[in-house]
């Protein structure tokens, strides 16, 4: 079955015409799409998208887990409600931007490496090499402090709250208030706080208190400014390195690219990073890359005899083999 749909994969060509820069609004409560006049921003976004997608496509992105995996990780997919099945056909993105306006929002979507859980990105592989990630630390609060001339300071912004705990916690709270357009008096559903010994009011007032440089940013729907601040940074990174026939997969605050271009990866995010904010943030790696039987020492696929281990990955390997036939 598996064999079969990611076959399909390659026989499914992305339609590199249709339209790529989406305008969505809020109508009646709901998020629709909305139709638009092209500008010249649009159309130089556009044309940057499409280079963008055209490098995409002539790489091919992959997931080398066990053959006996894959069914785990379809479980694992259909618990998580904000996570779309692999396709591994998905593999050009579009632009959506928010709230009616082509200055908020702005990131890109639609890249089936996108809805791999964090616990499986590892073994991404892009024309069989294997990958590193590298991530925006704190891009959030970064984003908002420097947006309007303040300093984060060296301490953690969600360790600061809770005194280091509870952070993951601590860290959806502080986004849903910069999201937010409201007081948010009442706790947002999707937050869990079952653990802390205190109520969703005492929390709110406890982020308040650790950033008092940005008390008056929160509730006032800042969050979508700064998505479209972060995707011009995005852009700047895919449109260097596509203009290098190299691919760097963007999740939303981070990106994966081959190991081999770890250092120009961290250097690109840094350089598009200060381009939009003319200050600097910290970059961390977040994927311990796995020296498994496929790779040499240097990362690069092996090339001598199949061995036990990587006939438990024939899926992966008959997939790359195809690609490796369809591009000559």
Known sequence: MYWNFFRVAFQIKPNLN???????????????????????????????????????????ADLRIKNTEYTKLAERINEDSGKEPIDLSRRTLVRIFTKGSFEKGGRFYRGWWQNVPSEYRKFITIDESVTTEYDFSQLSPHMLYFAYNHELGEVDAYDRVLDGEHRDVV?????????????????????????LEMDWRELRQRILDAHKPIQDLFFRAEGNKLQYRDSCVAESVMLQ??????????????FIMRE???????????????????????????VIIERIALFDEEG?????????????????????????????
């Open 171 to 195: 860290k959806q709270a502080f986004n849903a208030m910069v999201q937010s357009s409201s007081p948010l008096n009442q706790k947002p559903d999707k937050i869990n706080m079952d653990g």
């Open 18 to 60: 249709e339209e790529t820069i989406i305008l969505r609004n809020n109508i009646d409560g709901k998020k629709v799409n909305v139709p638009y006049e092209d500008v010249r921003k649009t159309n130089l976004y556009r044309s940057n998208l499409k280079i963008i997608n055209e490098c995409f496509l002539r790489h091919w």
């Open 241 to 254: 390195f596509a203009k290098q026939s190299q691919v760097a997969l963007p999740i939303h605050d981070s």
């Open 260 to 286: 081999g271009f770890a250092g120009d990866l961290e250097e690109a995010m840094r350089r598009a990073f200060y381009d939009e904010f003319q200050a600097d943030i910290p970059i961390k790696r977040e």
């Open 300 to 328: 690069n696929p092996r090339t001598d005899a199949v061995t036990r281990d990587d006939r438990k990955h024939s899926q992966w390997y008959d997939r790359n083999t195809l690609w490796l036939h369809s591009i000559g």
